[in-house]
């Protein structure tokens, strides 16, 4: 696509829940980032994927955090028994080479 | 691994006036600077960067400068207009690993 696709862009669950979180990048990017960000904070990396290499996931907060990336392609970030500080915007981000990521419109998690 | 420090964290300036924002990392090892420009509610948009080959880049009101030896690198806007209104991201990487960001500057341009 023209973007980086970002679904749903808000989701409310309740606490204890599991949520996913989908990241469609731009069509030939060959790394796709996840960031979060927190009310009034900068953008803390979680996770970055690059082509078929073993991700980065030195950013995970938790074990209750896991993504995969499927065929090179869509981005899934799964938040296992939501916790109230998991209420952030997560953002994703694809790039071609190192430099000049294009970020998502991002989903903004509120647990309750 | 690298650390990105940046100030101030909220700046207002009179509309016309210059705002400055300062970024400084830890990582000598670092060679990309990119910053972003967040709108309220909006995404993340790359305004400018810089390698580590420069020490200036200008586009139109909007410069960037890198000093690798005190490990800094600034944003400059002049003529600053009330869109230039947001929250600016300065990041850094050494090319190998995902950008470490700032904490983001609040930027008022008061009309």
């Known amino acids: 696509g023209a973007g980086v696709s970002q679904s749903p862009s808000n989701k409310v669950t309740e606490k204890g829940k599991d949520v996913e979180l989908r990241c469609d990048p731009i069509s030939g990017h060959t790394a796709l980032y996840w960031y979060r960000q927190s009310l009034g904070q900068g953008l803390e990396f979680l996770i970055y994927?690059?082509?078929?290499?073993?991700?980065?996931k030195s950013g995970l907060p938790s074990d209750r955090f896991s993504a995969e990336r499927t065929g090179g392609s869509v981005s899934t970030l799964t938040i296992q028994r939501t916790q109230q500080e998991d209420s952030a915007v997560y953002l994703c981000a694809s790039s071609l080479v190192y430099y000049g990521y294009t970020f998502g419109s991002g989903t903004r998690l509120t647990v309750v | 691994g690298e650390n990105v420090e940046q100030h101030p964290s909220t700046l207002s300036v009179q509309e016309g006036d210059s705002a400055v924002i300062k970024c400084t990392y830890s990582?000598?090892?670092?060679?990309?600077f990119p910053w972003y420009k967040q709108e309220l509610g909006k995404r993340p948009q790359l305004i400018i960067d810089i390698r580590s080959n420069v020490g200036e880049k200008k586009d139109q009101r909007i410069a960037v400068t890198l000093n690798k030896t005190a490990k800094h690198f600034s944003l400059h806007i002049t003529e600053t207009q009330p869109e230039d209104s947001a929250v600016y991201f300065c990041?850094?990487?050494?090319?190998?690993?995902?950008?470490?960001f700032g904490k983001g500057t609040r930027l008022s341009v008061i009309a």
């Open positions: 994927f690059q082509g078929n290499s073993a991700p980065d």
């Open positions: 990041a850094a990487s050494p090319g190998n690993t995902p950008l470490v």
């Open positions: 990582d000598s090892a670092s060679n990309y």
